[in-house]
């Protein structure tokens, strides 16, 4: 692997680091740099990078970059352009979820994300979830997107992109150098990624691929965290919406559609808001 590079995500947490953090960080760092010898490049936020300090790996397999961000895909982004830069990676460069608990299954979906030979520019890694997770898709990733791109959601759908808001990615270095040009979104990233295959007439090719269920801390998925992952998802696809509509177009897009599709994401929204919130009462 030591033509590849791996970013791995270290996880958002409103405090510092628990030992159970970073005991699991450790785990997937001793993986994929002593068991795989791939290059790394972890990516904790600006405030918890001291709790990280202490760990030492092959400093020429890994690195070690905090990053000063809004939310979780400005961290993807720092740490992908590090990786390509730092390692000069002639492959593939992986993007690995660092919060997805460490265990046998779970190392056997990363070997299976590591080793997969398909041709494709960018492969997104799909898990079968649960809970919280399940019910967010459910609730608001597929509606949302069935209203904002409806034929974007056709193909996806007939693809299998069952969890396209998935963190565990792997691209080819052209696609990775192109899609680093392009506006990075703070978050709703990966859906982004696969719009952009399909928006470039077959020059870049994009699949899914079902990895084993792995188990990912739920923690970000509580109330209110979750109503924030529904409010900042419909934020974004409207900006993904309008930039498409401008490259479509150079006039401009059409108001009385985007009313129209305002209404009924935040129809949407507010019956997502009905259904996590009520959930998350009960569990409580």
């Not at 068991?35 to 760990?55: F, M, Y």
């Not at 409207?238 to 009313?259: F, P, V």
């Amino acid at each position: 692997m030591i033509d590849s590079a791996l970013v791995l995500n270290c996880p958002s947490t409103m405090g510092a680091y628990q030992h159970r953090h970073i005991e699991n960080i450790e785990c997937w760092l001793d993986f994929f740099v002593n068991e795989e010898r791939i290059h790394v490049v972890a990516t904790p936020s600006s405030e918890r990078w001291q709790d990280l300090v202490h760990l030492e790996y092959d400093k020429e397999l890994y690195a070690l970059l905090p990053v000063l961000s809004f939310d979780t895909c400005s961290r993807w982004q720092a740490g992908l352009s590090e990786a390509l830069t730092l390692y000069q990676p002639r492959s593939h460069v992986f993007l690995w979820a660092a919060d997805f608990f460490y265990s046998d299954e779970a190392k056997r979906a990363a070997e299976k994300m590591l080793d997969y030979s398909g041709k494709e520019d960018l492969v997104v890694g799909t898990i079968e979830a649960g809970g919280k997770k399940e019910d967010i898709d459910r609730c608001a990733t597929h509606p949302f997107i069935e209203i904002w791109f409806p034929e974007e959601f056709e193909i996806i759908q007939s693809k299998g992109f069952s969890k396209p808001r998935s963190e565990l990615l792997r691209f080819s270095v052209p696609f990775l150098e192109y899609s680093l040009r392009k506006r990075w979104f703070p978050t709703e990233q990966t859906i982004h990624l696969i719009f952009q295959c399909l928006w470039n007439d077959g020059d870049f090719e994009v699949e899914p691929i079902l990895l084993p269920k792995i188990e990912d801390d739920g923690e970000a998925r509580n109330q209110p965290n979750v109503i924030q992952q529904v409010e900042r998802m419909e934020v974004w696809l409207k900006y993904m919406w309008r930039e498409r509509q401008c490259e479509l177009d150079c006039s401009w897009w059409e108001m009385d559609e985007y009313k129209n599709k305002c209404i009924q994401s935040f129809e949407t929204a507010m019956r997502a808001y009905d259904i996590l919130v009520e959930d998350c009462a009960t569990v409580a």
